[in-house]
């Protein structure tokens, strides 16, 4: 039924099994799941609560539990939720994450810090704590200028970039560290490549975003590094590497639609080729 779009006829079913086998998890995580499907995540949370009723050592569940109220913006019942995750399985990255993106919610930027130093102190080989860092340094970052902008609103005077705001240097260094460091521990990892980018172009540093991005593509073809690519290309106006980028990321995923659509703009507005 959930395979042929008919979560309503899967709920009355799951339903009708839970009432007979009250204990059997499973049937409840699928009740969860249908209830999802009928865009009903009120009752999803209720069958969440309801498993804890029977297995509150679950922190998997627990962890479901909690996302689904960050979605609904119960943030103090979806953080109590991922601390209890933590009490049960303390090296738990993705309550660590779920708890830094609350607090950056908050602006809570030093609680943010500390929670991703722990994790990364934990796992010092690998590259996901660093990537975290870097994310809330940037979002710091972003916030002072953010704030310096909003000083001057409806005056006329041009957004301040990141490199233009000295309050913010300090925490886009922090961020170019941890990005760099993640590259170091897994070069494979295309994600510290794509955000490394974002944070030189909004230093004004597009040939250094470029630079990093083509030291990944030399190792493999990842459709979201040559779109990224194509992107800065394109601002940067240099339209035939922007065209030769979107096309090489269209033979390793011809259905992708972004580069299809950002392609035909290219040829029609820019290189003159209906």
């Not at 998890?25 to 609560?49: C, E, F, G, T, W």
């Not at 500390?114 to 704590?129: D, I, T, V, Y």
């Not at 660093?130 to 041009?158: F, H, M, W």
């Not at 690519?229 to 992708?256: C, F, G, H």
């Amino acid at each position: 039924n959930m395979r042929k779009g008919d979560a309503a006829r899967a709920v009355a079913s799951l339903t009708e099994f839970v009432k007979r086998q009250p204990r059997y998890l499973q049937a409840h995580l699928s009740l969860a799941n249908a209830y999802m499907a009928q865009k009903d995540p009120d009752s999803a949370i209720a069958v969440y609560r309801h498993i804890l009723t029977l297995a509150p050592s679950n922190s998997q569940v627990t962890l479901l539990l909690g996302s689904l109220l960050a979605q609904q913006g119960k943030k103090a019942e979806a953080r109590q939720a991922f601390e209890k995750v933590l009490d049960l399985s303390p090296d738990s990255a993705p309550a660590v994450e779920n708890l830094v993106e609350l607090d950056l919610l908050d602006r809570d930027y030093s609680a943010a810090i500390g929670r991703a130093q722990k994790l990364a102190a934990k796992s010092s080989q690998a590259p996901e704590p660093r990537l975290l860092l870097a994310k809330i340094y940037l979002a710091k970052a972003q916030r002072c200028v953010n704030d310096e902008n909003a000083k001057t609103a409806g005056s006329g005077r041009p957004k301040l970039s990141l490199a233009e705001v000295p309050a913010a240097q300090a925490d886009l260094k922090q961020a170019e560290t941890e990005l760099l460091k993640a590259i170091e521990l897994k070069p494979e990892l295309p994600a510290p490549y794509l955000l490394l980018s974002e944070l030189y172009v909004g230093s004004g540093k597009q040939q250094q975003a470029l630079d990093k991005l083509n030291s990944f593509l030399a190792k493999t073809n990842d459709v979201a590094v040559l779109v990224q690519v194509a992107m800065i290309q394109d601002a940067s106006t240099n339209y035939p590497a922007a065209r030769d980028a979107y096309e090489k990321a269209l033979t390793v995923n011809p259905n992708l639609t972004l580069a299809l659509n950002n392609l035909a703009y290219l040829y029609s507005e820019r290189l003159v080729d209906p």
